[in-house]
């Protein structure tokens, strides 16, 4: 059996550096003051920041996988995967969705090269409705095995201006992504196995959760085969009593970040190669303050949350897959 652990983590404006000759004339001016003092030294701390947690994962074996989001470009991935690698002593690589965003903060997954391969595939959405949201981000991982792992990455409409103001574009956002995953269940066949994974800017209870994207928290409904829709399993479900979430706002908790998983993987028959084992929000000890265990972000430096020894507004999360060894 093979395991896979796989995290995702939103990195909290993972920004090139002010003025960045790579960034558009359009950025540069709209992000404005945003990015004062955001230089070479600010930069390098939160990427030796954010290397000292990834490196802890899977017991300071490092992630397999790992989905991330609010990156600015392919620079700074570049320079996170070679402190991770250097780390790590592993070999990393990445693919990155640069879109359209008006803040320029993209997803990409970084991927251990070495365990999976030859080439991914990627495929992104974009979705334009007066403004256009950060795109949907598709991924094929290929095992050792010969398996296939659909990753779609996902950063959804913040809840800037209110939530109930701003659901609108989270539903429109979840009955897209509903209507790609049915294309990939068209190409691919029923088995499919889809991991989604991202900062969905909604709880697990929410409707464009629950109603739109159909992600859900019944085992049974998700594997049945007596209905036409289909459903996916949202494995952070157990963590809404759990007195923790990935982002907390005031005093209150919030599973921003999630997992779900397609029926194939829910499903607990032989012959298909993956099956969910575990999942979890990483909360050490150093990523939290206060009683409310809040993330301890890292901030800006012109604001007054900046602390260099900070690391995201977010928690990462994990998932471990297992999957078939076909290889004995």
């Given at each position: 059996m093979?395991k896979?652990?796989?995290?995702?983590w939103n990195?909290?404006?993972l920004?090139?550096i002010e003025?960045?000759?790579?960034?558009s004339?359009?950025?540069?001016?709209?992000?404005g003051?945003?990015l004062?003092?955001w230089n070479a030294?600010?930069?390098?701390?939160?990427?030796?920041n954010?290397?000292?947690i990834i490196?802890?994962?899977?017991?300071?074996?490092?992630?397999?996988?790992?989905?991330?989001?609010?990156?600015?470009?392919e620079?700074?991935i570049?320079l996170l995967?070679?402190?991770m690698?250097?780390?790590l002593?592993?070999?990393?690589?990445?693919v990155i969705s640069?879109?359209?965003?008006?803040?320029?903060?993209d997803?990409?997954l970084?991927y251990?090269k070495?365990?999976?391969?030859?080439e991914?595939?990627?495929?992104?959405l974009r979705?334009?409705?007066?403004?256009?949201?950060?795109d949907l981000?598709?991924?094929?991982i290929?095992?050792e095995?010969?398996?296939?792992?659909?990753?779609?990455l996902?950063?959804?409409?913040?809840?800037?201006?209110?939530e109930?103001e701003?659901?609108?574009?989270?539903?429109m956002?979840?009955?897209?992504?509903s209507y790609?995953?049915?294309?990939?269940?068209?190409e691919?066949?029923k088995?499919?196995n889809?991991l989604l994974?991202?900062?969905f800017n909604?709880n697990?209870?929410?409707?464009?959760?629950?109603?739109?994207?159909?992600?859900i928290?019944n085992?049974?409904l998700v594997k049945s085969?007596?209905?036409?829709?289909?459903?996916?399993y949202?494995?952070m479900?157990?963590?809404?009593?759990?007195?923790?979430?990935?982002f907390?706002?005031?005093?209150e908790?919030n599973?921003?970040?999630q997992f779900m998983?397609?029926?194939s993987?829910?499903?607990e028959?032989?012959e298909?190669p993956?099956?969910?084992?575990?999942?979890?929000?990483?909360?050490?000890?150093?990523l939290?303050?206060?009683?409310y265990?809040?993330?301890?972000k890292?901030g800006?430096?012109?604001?007054s949350?900046?602390?260099t020894k900070?690391?995201?507004?977010?928690?990462?999360?994990k998932i471990?897959?297992n999957?078939k060894?076909?290889s004995?």
């Amino acid at each position: 059996m093979v395991k896979h652990h796989i995290y995702w983590w939103n990195l909290e404006n993972l920004f090139d550096i002010e003025n960045s000759p790579r960034r558009s004339e359009f950025l540069n001016k709209h992000l404005g003051k945003e990015l004062d003092g955001w230089n070479a030294t600010v930069l390098n701390q939160k990427i030796t920041n954010l290397t000292l947690i990834i490196s802890k994962f899977n017991n300071n074996q490092g992630p397999d996988i790992l989905g991330v989001c609010e990156v600015e470009n392919e620079f700074v991935i570049e320079l996170l995967i070679a402190s991770m690698s250097a780390a790590l002593n592993k070999n990393y690589a990445f693919v990155i969705s640069e879109g359209d965003d008006k803040r320029g903060i993209d997803t990409a997954l970084i991927y251990d090269k070495d365990k999976y391969g030859p080439e991914q595939s990627t495929f992104s959405l974009r979705i334009i409705k007066r403004n256009t949201t950060r795109d949907l981000f598709q991924v094929h991982i290929n095992t050792e095995n010969g398996n296939k792992l659909v990753c779609i990455l996902n950063h959804w409409p913040s809840r800037s201006g209110g939530e109930l103001e701003s659901e609108p574009f989270r539903i429109m956002v979840a009955e897209n992504l509903s209507y790609w995953i049915e294309r990939i269940y068209e190409e691919q066949g029923k088995d499919a196995n889809i991991l989604l994974m991202g900062d969905f800017n909604d709880n697990p209870y929410n409707k464009s959760i629950t109603s739109y994207l159909m992600a859900i928290n019944n085992k049974a409904l998700v594997k049945s085969n007596k209905v036409r829709l289909k459903y996916f399993y949202n494995v952070m479900h157990k963590f809404l009593d759990a007195q923790i979430g990935t982002f907390v706002f005031g005093n209150e908790y919030n599973l921003l970040d999630q997992f779900m998983i397609s029926k194939s993987i829910l499903s607990e028959k032989s012959e298909l190669p993956f099956k969910l084992s575990t999942a979890e929000i990483i909360a050490y000890p150093e990523l939290t303050s206060g009683s409310y265990q809040k993330p301890v972000k890292f901030g800006r430096p012109n604001s007054s949350t900046f602390n260099t020894k900070g690391y995201s507004d977010h928690l990462p999360i994990k998932i471990v897959l297992n999957e078939k060894d076909t290889s004995v």
